[in-house]
């Protein structure tokens, strides 16, 4: 019997994020794709018993929990200095990284190891994190360029833009998300529309408060001239960043009705806000992926994003695209692409049924059998 160490240590927090749903999500479609002669085992640092449970509650088909001495803090800063523990990667034992909080080190005893780079922000974008989140982000890609079995990236504009800063040679291979099953409208819809004051017919955006996602620039696009006469629907956890859009609001015109933060939803309810949204607006600066486009296309909303190369890739040519420069103008632009596929019905059916065939290209289960096929 050989065993899959899988680091699940995001999922210990109340609000895990969007590595944390990429987490919870993989690590489940590994459980289930495992081959016959191998387990999963969960890893996690030092956590209370309250963490410990909500990791066992996110994933019951675990076949153990390692939890690890260390708390979170000192294992990142022991990791990216090179101090792994013969505990952090057993001898004999495959680990997986669904994130770069992942022990990489020389290998031991046959051991393999593989590890998750989800975008090339720290380098592209280094303004949109926090300066010590960048400079461990940029660390910890150079430990997996020397040590790394194999490195999983979500698309394959990740792959390219990531060897203009690190060489990592062919080791690189591209394993995209998917929406989770728990996305699914759910037959108390009308009752749950309600409960979150959703309007008739609205623009949703979707994605945590922070620089990078581009709220700012959806919140000037909707308080201009060119946009369609919608309220702006936001489902989203706080970030960093102060990102306060209500201000915002207030500061461009848009009036109090023309704004409805939902803050961190449910499954249950996003996929009930992703349903009835007339257009949905991805207005990001920089990703890896951009799971909401996929999640709103298989939810038959019809997507607006930016020209974000792996946005592009992930849509497939199912949304409508918005070049992000020049950037003076890119509200005005992106409200006017917004208005034409409210105001275009047949635009509208187009982009719902492009929407729905691409979002079928995306599975967690193909997701994990890649995986699997990194450490066989």
Do not use: C
Request: glycine share 8%; no cysteine.
């Amino acid at each position: 019997m050989s065993d899959l160490r899988v680091i699940v240590d995001q999922l210990r927090t109340e609000v895990p994020g969007g590595i944390g749903r990429y987490t919870a999500d993989l690590t489940a479609a590994l459980i289930e794709t495992a081959p016959a002669e191998w387990g999963v085992i969960g890893v996690v640092s030092a956590a209370d018993q309250n963490a410990i449970g909500r990791v066992r509650a996110a994933l019951p088909g675990l076949d153990d929990l390692d939890v690890l001495p260390r708390s979170r803090r000192a294992l990142s800063l022991a990791w990216e200095l090179g101090l792994v523990s013969a505990r952090d990667l057993p001898r004999g034992s495959a680990t997986h990284g669904p994130s770069q909080f992942t022990p990489l080190a020389p290998s031991r005893g046959g051991s393999r190891v593989t590890v998750t780079i989800h975008d090339a922000v720290p380098w592209t974008h280094p303004e949109t994190l926090t300066r010590y989140g960048a400079q461990w982000h940029r660390a910890m890609a150079r430990r997996a360029a020397r040590f790394a079995d194999a490195i999983a990236v979500p698309t394959r504009a990740v792959a390219n833009e990531l060897q203009t800063w690190v060489n990592l040679g062919d080791r690189v291979h591209v394993i995209g998300g998917a929406p989770s099953d728990a996305l699914a409208l759910p037959a108390d819809a009308e009752t749950r529309a309600e409960a979150l004051g959703l309007p008739s017919a609205y623009v949703l955006a979707v994605g945590t408060l922070e620089p990078r996602k581009g709220l700012d620039a959806l919140v000037r696009a909707m308080a201009s001239p060119e946009a369609p006469d919608l309220p702006l629907v936001v489902a989203g956890p706080p970030g960093w960043g102060d990102v306060d859009l209500a201000s915002l609001a207030a500061a461009t015109g848009l009036p109090p009705e023309g704004l409805i933060i939902l803050g961190r939803v449910s499954d249950a309810d996003l996929a009930v806000a992703y349903d009835r949204a007339t257009v949905f607006a991805f207005p990001s600066r920089a990703e890896g992926f951009g799971l909401p486009v996929i999640e709103a296309m298989r939810l038959g909303a019809p997507v607006v994003h930016t020209d974000v190369p792996a946005v592009m890739e992930v849509a497939g040519g199912a949304g409508r695209i918005v070049t992000r420069a020049p950037d003076a103008d890119f509200p005005a632009r992106f409200a006017a692409e917004l208005r034409t596929v409210v105001e275009d019905r047949a635009l509208t059916t187009a982009l719902v049924a492009a929407g729905r065939e691409r979002a079928t290209a995306f599975s967690w289960l193909t997701s994990a059998e890649q995986v699997w096929a990194l450490h066989s």
